[in-house]
């Protein structure tokens, strides 16, 4: 364990070294890219550090118990002793979890897509829920939610939601909410007050950027139209909306959420990289779920993931065995605490196939 955390300090120390050398500025892409990875590493650097004075009290300590003659002297030394040798045994669990190795796609931005399943009318209105439980999260973490495209149906709900979200860390923080959430409550359409159950489906996806994915131009057919929906005279009047199909895969994407044509494509660009770029990384995906028994952060969207009990106020996430009483709360955008033990649930995992760096 020290050995790791030792290699990983020199390489932290070679990198500042990089950073301050004049030349290094001109590759401005590469020294952004070194900076990112000095700043992340610096956690590793502050837990070598605290590991090596806690082993150098250790070793104090045992030092004095065998050399002191000084009864008073060696019981305190004693004592601390088994102080440290406690806090020895909780670091190097702390540092066990803090070198299973990392998704390099985590630290990326993410597009989230929402879309109505099984329920009608009841499983539109739920994709909406969804949607603002998600804004309200976003809004708590200090990242910014851009929506791509809608399709609203005519009761107020959304058969289909694209956004972009930009932040520290958004797609390892909401890989864990991709597949089938299911809402079980009275619909506002029904009469006689019976609990229905719907679902929607929620995909979160690692942006790609233009160096993850290549788009020939040549592959794509691009068409212009009239957005609908809420933004006054101007969308009825102006061809804003984009929709790009990408020949050889049959992706579709549409955005129609800018005024500016030229904007709204280079957003559907940029997810249409995603969906691409997707496909790939599905593959990987797959791969690891073979070798775990949860679903936690596979990207799964077939795999019913969530309860939403109306009735109970009860929140379910069927992955880990979750339950939680406080449905209105995480409605509200409070699911950092379902998110934190999927994250605990899948280190586990991880610790228990020996994934370390």
Request: hydrophobic content about 35%.
């Amino acid at each position: 364990m020290l050995d790791k955390l030792e290699a990983i300090k020199q390489r932290w120390e070679d990198i500042g070294q990089q950073l301050i050398d004049p030349e290094a500025m001109n590759d401005m892409d590469r020294y952004a890219q070194m900076g990112k990875d000095y700043k992340e590493l610096q956690v590793f650097v502050d837990a070598h550090e605290k590991y090596t004075s806690l082993l150098s009290n250790i070793d104090n300590n045992k030092q004095i118990i065998q050399t002191t003659d000084d009864p008073e002297f060696k019981e305190m030394a004693k004592m601390e002793l088994e102080e440290l040798l406690e806090e020895q045994a909780k670091l190097e669990d702390e540092i066990k979890y803090l070198l299973i190795p990392k998704d390099p796609e985590d630290s990326k931005n993410a597009v989230l897509e929402i879309r109505a399943g099984t329920g009608g009318d009841e499983a539109s209105i739920f994709a909406g829920d969804l949607f603002r439980m998600y804004q309200r999260y976003v809004d708590t973490k200090g990242w910014k939610l851009e929506l791509v495209s809608l399709s609203e149906n005519q009761i107020g709900g959304y058969k289909e939601i694209v956004a972009q979200i930009e932040g520290d860390n958004v797609y390892g923080t909401l890989k864990y909410e991709s597949g089938v959430h299911r809402v079980q409550r009275v619909p506002v359409t029904e009469s006689q007050g019976r609990v229905h159950t719907s679902a929607a489906s929620v995909a979160i996806l690692p942006e790609a950027d233009e160096v993850d994915v290549e788009v020939n131009t040549a592959d794509l057919r691009v068409d212009t139209f009239r957005a609908s929906g809420a933004g006054g005279q101007h969308v009825n009047k102006t061809e804003s909306a984009v929709r790009i199909t990408h020949i050889p895969t049959g992706i579709v994407v549409e955005c129609q959420d800018e005024r500016s044509q030229m904007r709204n494509r280079e957003k559907a660009m940029e997810v249409l990289r995603t969906r691409i770029y997707e496909r790939e990384y599905q593959k990987h995906m797959a791969a690891i779920a073979s070798e775990r028994k949860t679903l936690v952060s596979t990207g799964d969207r077939s795999a019913k993931i969530r309860t939403y009990n109306y009735p109970q106020g009860r929140v379910t996430d069927h992955r880990i065995k979750l339950t939680l009483y406080s449905l209105d709360s995480i409605m509200n955008g409070d699911i950092q605490n379902i998110i934190d033990q999927l994250q605990i649930a899948e280190n586990a995992e991880k610790l228990k196939s020996g994934e370390t760096l």
